[in-house]
Each structure stands twice: as structure tokens, then as C-alpha cells.
């Protein structure tokens, strides 16, 4: 299936390029698939740093307040029990939680291939020859993206990140690069536009084409 190709100075190419109907051309979208991907990936790199005290790793509580019997109130052992303020904390997080949750490899190269397909088929997907800004300049990149009509949350997804495109894009809160190995799910959905550069575009191809192979028998 053919799609509009640009060249480096932003300008529409008259040759398309033909990119791959099983990768991009994919019309049945399983949201479940597509969500439980998202949320694996987040899950996954989700930090353990909140930790609390248990009674036994607060400071104090060493002393009996009152005797145990003969006052008239409950018998305590410590102040630092859960059940008063300034105590311990009962179930609260230890820092040892594991959140991860498993996706199949095969399900979460599936979820991409509908994610492009998705951004392909709505008109959101734009491959051009190749970026190579000649400054670090953020006015040289945003001109390319406004020749491009390219609007909202754009992900560029190249083959080398080179440090000009890096250093250009940094002050763009709209814009974010990758190099395409590192491509996922969370930001093939967050973003609204998608630009893969033509290398970038056949290392995508080749990686997603076992697992769609693998799929269809």
C-alpha cells in the first residue's frame, strides 16, 4: 500500500513509498491486546521507591507506656503500634513489590503492527528519505515539521540518532526522538503523529515481518 513520502527539506516526493499491507495495513484492532500491551510496558518499567516502617523498624516504642493490668485501659506494649499515630505501618509498601506484568513477545510486536497500522490507515503516519538537520537549531526543526503539516504529539523514530536532531528537539515538549530499535507501544500510542525515516522503516519492516508470519499460519 503506497503512502506519501517526503524528502529532506519536507517537500513531497512524486515516488511513494509501498509499505507492507500485513504491517501497515492491518484494519482489526484488538483494544484489549492493545491495552494490556500499554500497561505491561509501564508496569514494567515502574520504579519500587516508596518504602514504610513497620512497628519493628520505627524509632522508640521501646518502653511499655502504663503497666497491664490495674489502670482501666487496654493493655498496649508499645507506642509504636500500628493503631496509634506516629507507629508503624501495617501493609504498606516494602520496596520488594513486583509490579511487572508478562506479555508474550509475539503479542507485543502484534500490538505494534496494529498501533502502526492504526496511524497509517487515519492519515497520522509520514516516512521521509531521511532527516539531516544541519544545525542543532530548534527553528530548523520545527519549519521541517510545519512543511510536513505534521501536528499534536509527533514521535520521529530514525535508524541513528544523530546529535543534531537530538539537540533540536529537546526544547520541543511536542516532540520526541527514538531510535527505532527502541521503538514501543506507549509511544506509538501516545503520539498523535508518526515519522519514520526510510532505514528506519526497513529495520521496522524487518523486525516485525517474523512475527506477523508467525501469526498468520
Known amino acids: 500500500m503506497p503512502t506519501a513520502t517526503y524528502m529532506k527539506n519536507g517537500s513531497k516526493s512524486s515516488t511513494p513509498v509501498k509499505l507492507d499491507s500485513d504491517i501497515f495495513g492491518v484494519h482489526e484492532v484488538n483494544h484489549r491486546l492493545l ?17 514504610t516502617k513497620t512497628r519493628g523498624l520505627v524509632r522508640g516504642g521501646g518502653r511499655k507506656p502504663w503497666q497491664q493490668k490495674g489502670s482501666g485501659r487496654a493493655r498496649v506494649g508499645s507506642r509504636r503500634t500500628p493503631l496509634w499515630r506516629g507507629g508503624g505501618i501495617i501493609f504498606g509498601p516494602t520496596g520488594n513489590e513486583n509490579y511487572a506484568k508478562r506479555l508474550s513477545t509475539n503479542a507485543k510486536r502484534k500490538a505494534i503492527v496494529q498501533a502502526l497500522s ?44 544523530d546529535t543534531n536532531l ?11 526522538t527514538i531510535e527505532v530499535k527502541y521503538i ?34
Open 184 to 217: 514501543n507501544i506507549a509511544r506509538l500510542l501516545d503520539a498523535d503523529t508518526v515519522i519514520l525515516t526510510k532505514p528506519a522503516l526497513t529495520l521496522l519492516s524487518a523486525w516485525l515481518k517474523p512475527s506477523v508470519k508467525k501469526d498468520q499460519e
Open 166 to 176: 537530538k539537540l533540536a528537539s529537546r526544547n520541543l515538549d511536542s516532540v520526541k
Open 118 to 161: 492504526s496511524h497509517n490507515l487515519s492519515g497520522s503516519l509520514r516516512v521521509i528519505e531521511s532527516i539531516g538537520l544541519k544545525s542543532t537549531k530548534t527553528a530548523e526543526l520545527t519549519k521541517l515539521l510545519k512543511k510536513m503539516d505534521v501536528k499534536g504529539y509527533t514521535l520521529i523514530a530514525t535508524d541513528n540518532l
Open 35 to 51: 491495552q494490556q500491551s500499554y500497561d505491561s510496558y509501564l508496569a514494567n518499567g515502574r520504579s519500587r521507591l516508596a518504602r
